[in-house]
C-alpha cells in the first residue's frame, strides 16, 4: 500500500523548518526554492515509491557528477538548456520581441577573456597541421533593419579534430580555436581556423551512464559556438551545427535549430587555395546574425552563469 505524508501539515512545517522559514535570516528567494524542491522530491518519492536503495543511489551519482564536472554536460543532454531557450521564446514571442537570428543553448565549455582583433583574426595554433582541414569562416552582423552593425564584438569558440576544447582539453595551447572578432565598417567578421569535430561525452561519465539507461547516444555534431553583442542591441547566444553531418538532427544537447545550419564547402581546387595562402584542400562557411534591438540596457548583456577564465 502506498503512504503519502508529504501533504500533511506536520511535514510541511517541517520542510518550512528545513528551508529557514522560522528564522530572518538569508535569502527569502532562496528559502522559497528549496521548500519547493523538498515538496516535489517528497512528492516524486511518494508517487513514483522511489526506495530508499534508489534514493541513495541517485545521491551517489550526484556526488560522482559534481566529481566529473559534467553537470552543465548533463543539463543539456536531458534537454533543460534547451528548454530555457523556448521559454524565453515564448515570453519573447508575448512581448513581441521577435525576429533575428534565432537563439540557441551555449554549453558548458566557453572561457572567457579570449584574444580581440579587428575584423579579421586566425584562431587555431598550427598544431593540427596535416590533420586538419584548413576553414575560412566569414560572415555579417547587422541589426533588425538590415543595416550593417560596426563595432560588433563576435566572441566564438569551438572544438579540434578530436572533438576537444582548449583550457578544457590541457594539450592544447591557451586559446586555441577561441576569439574574439569587431567586425569592420561593413559589419564583416572574417576568421580562419580549422573544421571542427564533433565530440561524445565520455564513454565511462556519469552523463553518458544516464544516456545510457535512456537507450539515448551522447553525440554532438560539428558546431561553432558564438556570442554576439553590439551596443543598443540584444545579445545573442547561439551556435551553427555543420551541415552534412551525421548527427546534424540527432544532436543529443537539442542545440539544432531551424536557422542555425552552416553550409560547409570543401574546396580542392590548387589555384584557389593558392590564393587563400593555403596548400591542398580547404572549406569556407559563411553565416550572418541579425540582432534585436535591445528593450532595456541588461539585454545588451549576457546572463550571469558562472564561466571559465583562463589564468595567466
Given at each position: 500500500?502506498?503512504?503519502?505524508?508529504?501533504?500533511?501539515?506536520?511535514?510541511?512545517?517541517?520542510?518550512?523548518?528545513?528551508?529557514?522559514?522560522?528564522?530572518?535570516?538569508?535569502?527569502?528567494?532562496?528559502?522559497?526554492?528549496?521548500?519547493?524542491?523538498?515538496?516535489?522530491?517528497?512528492?516524486?518519492?511518494?508517487?513514483?515509491e522511489?526506495?530508499?536503495?534508489?534514493?541513495?543511489?541517485?545521491?551517489?551519482?550526484?556526488?560522482?557528477?559534481?566529481?566529473?564536472?559534467?553537470?552543465?554536460?548533463?543539463?543539456?543532454?536531458?534537454?533543460?538548456?534547451?528548454?530555457?531557450?523556448l521559454?524565453?521564446?515564448?515570453k519573447?514571442?508575448?512581448?513581441?520581441?521577435?525576429?533575428?537570428?534565432?537563439?540557441?543553448?551555449?554549453?558548458?565549455?566557453?572561457v572567457?577573456?579570449?584574444?580581440?582583433?579587428?575584423?579579421?583574426?586566425?584562431?587555431?595554433?598550427?598544431?593540427?597541421?596535416?590533420v586538419?582541414?584548413?576553414?575560412?569562416l566569414?560572415?555579417?552582423?547587422?541589426?533588425?533593419?538590415?543595416?550593417?552593425?560596426?563595432?560588433?564584438?563576435?566572441?566564438?569558440?569551438?572544438?579540434?579534430?578530436?572533438?576537444?576544447?582548449?583550457?578544457?582539453?590541457?594539450?592544447?595551447?591557451?586559446?586555441?580555436?577561441?576569439?574574439?572578432?569587431?567586425?569592420?565598417?561593413?559589419?564583416?567578421?572574417?576568421?580562419?581556423?580549422?573544421?571542427?569535430?564533433?565530440?561524445?561525452?565520455?564513454?565511462?561519465?556519469?552523463?553518458?551512464?544516464?544516456?545510457?539507461?535512456?537507450?539515448?547516444?551522447?553525440?554532438?555534431?560539428?558546431?561553432?559556438?558564438?556570442?554576439?553583442?553590439?551596443?543598443?542591441?540584444?545579445?545573442?547566444?547561439?551556435?551553427?551545427?555543420?551541415?552534412?553531418?551525421?548527427?546534424?538532427?540527432?544532436?543529443?544537447?537539442?542545440?539544432?535549430?531551424?536557422?542555425?545550419?552552416?553550409?560547409?564547402?570543401?574546396?580542392?581546387?590548387?589555384?584557389?587555395?593558392?590564393?587563400r595562402?593555403?596548400?591542398?584542400?580547404?572549406?569556407e562557411?559563411?553565416?550572418?546574425?541579425?540582432?534585436?534591438?535591445?528593450?532595456?540596457?541588461?539585454?545588451?548583456?549576457?546572463?550571469?552563469?558562472?564561466?571559465?577564465?583562463?589564468?595567466?
Amino acid at each position: 500500500m502506498t503512504v503519502k505524508i508529504s501533504h500533511t501539515n506536520d511535514v510541511q512545517q517541517f520542510f518550512k523548518e528545513a528551508s529557514g522559514f522560522n528564522n530572518d535570516a538569508g535569502s527569502s528567494r532562496l528559502k522559497t526554492v528549496i521548500n519547493r524542491v523538498l515538496a516535489d522530491t517528497a512528492r516524486i518519492i511518494e508517487d513514483l515509491e522511489i526506495t530508499q536503495d534508489e534514493f541513495w543511489k541517485a545521491v551517489d551519482y550526484i556526488n560522482r557528477l559534481g566529481g566529473r564536472h559534467e553537470a552543465g554536460l548533463l543539463v543539456a543532454g536531458l534537454g533543460l538548456e534547451h528548454y530555457l531557450d523556448l521559454l524565453q521564446d515564448a515570453k519573447d514571442e508575448q512581448e513581441g520581441l521577435v525576429g533575428g537570428t534565432p537563439r540557441t543553448i551555449e554549453g558548458p565549455l566557453y572561457v572567457a577573456g579570449a584574444p580581440i582583433a579587428e575584423g579579421e583574426v586566425r584562431m587555431d595554433d598550427d598544431s593540427e597541421e596535416g590533420v586538419a582541414t584548413t576553414m575560412f569562416l566569414q560572415g555579417r552582423v547587422t541589426g533588425p533593419d538590415g543595416k550593417p552593425l560596426a563595432g560588433a564584438t563576435v566572441d566564438l569558440w569551438h572544438a579540434n579534430t578530436k572533438g576537444n576544447y582548449s583550457y578544457f582539453d590541457k594539450s592544447q595551447s591557451e586559446y586555441n580555436l577561441r576569439r574574439r572578432i569587431v567586425t569592420d565598417e561593413n559589419g564583416y567578421y572574417r576568421a580562419r581556423s580549422i573544421v571542427p569535430s564533433g565530440y561524445g561525452c565520455s564513454p565511462d561519465g556519469p552523463t553518458q551512464e544516464v544516456l545510457d539507461m535512456l537507450g539515448r547516444h551522447g553525440q554532438r555534431p560539428a558546431h561553432i559556438h558564438f556570442f554576439i553583442s553590439a551596443p543598443g542591441h540584444r545579445h545573442l547566444t547561439t551556435q551553427i551545427n555543420l551541415a552534412g553531418d551525421k548527427y546534424l538532427w540527432d544532436d543529443f544537447a537539442y542545440a539544432t535549430r531551424d536557422g542555425l545550419v552552416g553550409d560547409i564547402r570543401f574546396i580542392d581546387d590548387a589555384e584557389a587555395a593558392r590564393a587563400r595562402g593555403v596548400q591542398g584542400r580547404f572549406a569556407e562557411v559563411d553565416f550572418d546574425f541579425q540582432l534585436q534591438k535591445a528593450p532595456a540596457p541588461q539585454a545588451e548583456q549576457r546572463s550571469k552563469r558562472p564561466r571559465a577564465l583562463q589564468q595567466a
